[in-house]
């Protein structure tokens, strides 16, 4: 059912932040061709609208590729700067105050693209971002799970150096066949360091998946986790651990890890008291940022203004700034929510 106009305006507005979202998957087909052009590489599409036509994905491996192959155009600190400032930029029109970016490192490793040309034109961004729109940034490196344990302490050496710059670490790409265990040395190492912990899990891959990024790598946040609840006792669990699941609606459709939105398991996740947020992923290859994904499934689960409020408070919740702008965030959501029974 449509939504009415007045409850899509609260949904605009709302302040709030995205918590899920990766760089590479924030390259708009435009953007990309007008690298490719500033860097002399050949795309093997025409046109941009031949590009966008091949975002039809079978999966997440399916899609993985095309991903993968886009991010060919990125080479100097500029690129990485004005690929980050465009996002933002979205960002800021789209009521969000926070965000916290998605790097993969390895990617560009592989390609002789040093860590410190990606982090200069980055950390010129954030700090633009923040000067012109107030919009706060941190940067989480995930590693590449299929490249192996071995890859990610090796790409970890690289973390340590721009500690101060890079807030935490994660586990993204291929889910299946790469399971959480794998990687508790890495996490262990990084969470002695003081940096913050994700994983990807329960996106493809199975409840199981999701248990052991809880109890063997002790993250602080799970991405995507819509399997967990294929196992009540663990989504109970969840629930009472406070771990936060970055929900990517939009990501799921495209990636056929949910059929239909209607069949999301997001409202029923909120009902069971989980601190669950509404995030885009991969915005420029799945059809929509957060505020289009808030709406999107808004409309199919018949969410209540209550749990807008409620998604829009655990953003920031579930957030790695300090607790003090956190409050001050939450408290600006009471009063946009207050603002608006007037
Ligand atoms: N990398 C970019 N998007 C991803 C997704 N949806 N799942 C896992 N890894 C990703
Ligand atoms: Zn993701």
Redesign the pocket.
């Given at each position: 059912m449509a939504i009415d106009k007045n409850f899509e305006q609260f949904i605009r507005e709302i302040p709030k932040a995205e918590l899920h979202v990766?760089l590479?998957?924030t390259i708009e087909a435009e953007m990309m061709f007008r690298l490719a052009q500033r860097n002399q590489i050949k795309l093997r599409f025409a046109s941009v609208s031949e590009l966008k036509q091949a975002y039809e994905f079978n999966d997440?491996r399916d899609?993985?590729i095309l991903?993968t192959e886009g991010t060919r155009v990125m080479r100097t600190a500029l690129d990485f700067y004005d690929v980050a400032m465009a996002y933002l930029k979205k960002m800021h029109e789209q009521h969000v105050l926070h965000t916290e970016i998605?790097i993969d490192f390895q990617t560009y490793l592989k390609r002789n693209i040093a860590p410190d040309i990606i982090m200069e034109g980055l950390e010129l961004a954030v700090k633009d971002a923040k000067e012109q729109w107030g919009i706060s940034v941190l940067l989480i490196l995930?590693f590449l799970r299929q490249l192996g344990p071995e890859s990610a302490l090796n790409t970890f050496q690289h973390v340590l150096r721009f500690r101060g710059q890079i807030t935490g670490i994660g586990l993204?790409?291929?889910?299946n066949g790469f399971p959480p265990e794998l990687y508790r040395q890495v996490f262990d190492l990084a969470r002695n360091e003081g940096f913050k912990l994700v994983a990807?899990a329960g996106?493809e891959g199975p409840w199981q998946y999701v248990e052991g990024s809880v109890d063997v790598l002790k993250v602080d946040r799970i991405d995507?986790g819509n399997n967990s609840c294929q196992n009540p006792e663990l989504a109970l669990r969840i629930a009472k651990m406070q771990i936060p699941l970055t929900l990517?609606p939009l990501?799921n459709i495209k990636?056929k890890n949910v059929d239909k939105l209607e069949n999301h398991s997001a409202k029923k996740m909120l009902e069971k008291g989980m601190l669950v947020t509404i995030n885009s992923?991969?915005p420029s290859y799945f059809g929509g940022y957060i505020n289009e994904n808030l709406i999107a499934i808004s409309e199919a689960l018949d969410l209540t203004k209550q749990q807008i409020i409620t998604l829009a408070k655990n953003s920031f919740k579930a957030s790695f700034i300090p607790e003090e702008r956190k409050a001050e965030l939450i408290k600006l959501v009471d009063n946009y929510a207050n603002g608006s029974n007037k």
């Open positions: 990766h590479e998957g997440l899609f993985l991903y998605f995930c993204a790409s291929i889910e990807h996106e995507h990517c990501s990636l992923d991969d």
